[in-house]
C-alpha cells in the first residue's frame, strides 16, 4: 500500500481526493471501483487494509476476499455517510473512504464536496507531509442479549459483531451462524419485522430490538428446520423452515417433516404408530426400514395427536376415516390417481416461500406461498417434500379428527 500526496483539484484515476482549499493532503493509494461480494484478489486487500487503517473493519479483516465481513462494514459506512447501502466498493464509497482517511466525516447531508479551487491563481501553499489520520469507529460490538432484554433502549444494528448476533442467526435459521450481522442477515430481519408487523411504523428497518427479539424467539418454538434428503428438481435449497404451531395438526406436521429429516427411504408397508420399520414380508420394503406413503401419515397423525387418532395402514382405510373437505389445511392428508380407492397419499404441511438471504424455503403462517406436502414417494427414492401442485393430479383431500 503506497502513500500519495495529491493537490487540491487532482485526481487519482479521474477521482477528486482534495477536500482542502490550501492544503496538500495525504492519502493511502486505494483501488480503482468496483468491487463486489464474492471477488478476491490484491485490489480487495487493498480495499481491506484501508478499512482497517480507518478502524472499520478487524486487523484480521486482510482476507484478500470480499468476504460479508467487507460487505458489512462497507454497508455500515455507506450509512455513515447517507449514501446508498448497497455494501458494493463503488466510486461514492471510494471517496468516502479517501475522506476517512484524511480525518474527515460527513457533513450533515453525507459526502464531503471538494472545495473549489482558490480564484487568486498562483499554488496553494504546501505543508510538509503527514500520516494519514484516522477516525475511531463507532463501537462495533452488539450488545448482549442480557442487554436487549433488559437495557431501555438497546438495539442490535445492520454491521455490528458479537454472540447475540449469532443467536439471532440461529433463530432465523440461517447458516453458517456467526457473529457477523451481515446484509443478508438484515435482508432476513426485515422480512422477518414485515411479516409479524414488527417496527413498521420505522421502515422495518432490521434493527433488532427487544420486541423484534422476544417475537424471534417465540417463533423459533412453532419452527423447525430440516434437510430434505431426497430427490428435488428445484436445487437453490434442500433447507425448509417449517412452521409447527403447538396444535394437533401441526405436531403432526412435525412428526412427519422429522422424518423427512432423518432420511428414511420407501418401503412398502413400512412405518407403524411408533416409526419407521421393515416393510411387509414378501415385498420389495421386506429388508428396507423406512415408511410407506400411509404409514408416514398414519405415523404423524398417531404422534400429533399423541395416540387419540389412529389411522390404518392402507389408502383405502384412511380415506374412510378421515373427513373430505375441498380446501386442504397444514396437516390435512391428499390422495393422489383417480382409481378407488386412491393409490397413493401425503401430508400437506401448509405455504412456503424462497428466502434468497437465508437459503431455505419458509412456511408461511397465511395464505400466501407455494403448497408443499411431506411424502414417502416410490421403492428406491427417500421421503421428501415437494410442491403439492407439481404436475400430479390429487383427487381427495381429508382432513383428520384434529383438536385445537
Given amino acids: 500500500m503506497s502513500v500519495k500526496a495529491y493537490k487540491l483539484g487532482e485526481t487519482a484515476s479521474g477521482l477528486h481526493f482534495g477536500v482542502k482549499a490550501t492544503l496538500m493532503i495525504d492519502v493511502i493509494e486505494l483501488p ?72 474527515d466525516q460527513p457533513s450533515s447531508s453525507g459526502l464531503l464536496l471538494p472545495t473549489p479551487p ?59 451462524a456467526d457473529e457477523t450481522y451481515d446484509p443478508a442477515t438484515v435482508d432476513a430481519v426485515i ?24 417475537t424471534l ?67 420389495s420394503g421386506a429388508h428396507t426400514k423406512g415408511f410407506d406413503c400411509s404409514g408416514l401419515c398414519l405415523y404423524a397423525v398417531y404422534q400429533g395427536t399423541r395416540g387419540r387418532v389412529t389411522l390404518g395402514h392402507f389408502t383405502g382405510t384412511q380415506v374412510s376415516e378421515t373427513k373430505k373437505v375441498s380446501t386442504p389445511a397444514p396437516g390435512d392428508l391428499v390422495f393422489y390417481e383417480g382409481s378407488d380407492p386412491p393409490a397413493h397419499v401425503v401430508m400437506y404441511i401448509g405455504r412456503f416461500n424462497y428466502s434468497a438471504a437465508q437459503k431455505m424455503w419458509i412456511g408461511s403462517k397465511t395464505d400466501q406461498g407455494t403448497r408443499m406436502v411431506a411424502e414417502a414417494p416410490e421403492t428406491g427414492q427417500k421421503l421428501h417434500i415437494r410442491e403439492m401442485d407439481d404436475g400430479f393430479q390429487w383427487t381427495i383431500l381429508t382432513h383428520p379428527d384434529y383438536r385445537g
Fill in 32 to 103: 480503482p471501483p468496483p468491487l463486489k461480494a464474492g471477488e478476491k484478489g490484491a485490489a480487495v486487500a487493498e480495499l481491506q487494509k484501508a478499512l482497517i487503517q480507518i478502524q472499520w473493519l478487524p486487523a484480521k479483516g486482510a482476507t484478500g476476499a470480499f468476504d460479508p465481513a467487507t460487505q458489512a462494514a462497507l454497508a455500515q459506512l455507506q450509512a455513515h455517510w447517507k449514501l446508498p447501502r448497497t455494501g458494493d466498493y463503488d466510486d461514492q464509497t471510494r471517496l468516502a473512504i479517501a475522506h476517512m482517511l484524511n480525518g
Fill in 118 to 176: 482558490p480564484e487568486t491563481g498562483g499554488t496553494p501553499p504546501k505543508t510538509p507531509p503527514h500520516p494519514p489520520k484516522t477516525t475511531t469507529r463507532p463501537s462495533n460490538d452488539a450488545p448482549s442479549i442480557s442487554a436487549l432484554e433488559n437495557t431501555p433502549g438497546a438495539q442490535i444494528k445492520p454491521g455490528q459483531e458479537g454472540a447475540s448476533v449469532e443467536t439471532i442467526k440461529q433463530l432465523l435459521g440461517i447458516a453458517p
Fill in 191 to 214: 422480512a422477518f419485522q414485515k411479516e409479524n408487523g414488527i417496527r413498521l411504523k420505522l421502515g422495518p428497518d432490521g434493527v433488532i430490538d427487544k420486541h423484534t427479539y422476544e
Fill in 217 to 283: 424467539k417465540a417463533d423459533a418454538n412453532d419452527y423447525v428446520v430440516i434437510t430434505d434428503h431426497g430427490d428435488r428438481d428445484d436445487k437453490r435449497t434442500d433447507k425448509f423452515k417449517v412452521y409447527c404451531p403447538d396444535t394437533e395438526a401441526g405436531q403432526a406436521i412435525k412428526a412427519a417433516v422429522l422424518q423427512v429429516d432423518a432420511g428414511w427411504p420407501y418401503s412398502w408397508g413400512g412405518g407403524d404408530t411408533s416409526g419407521a420399520t421393515l416393510g411387509s414380508p414378501g415385498t
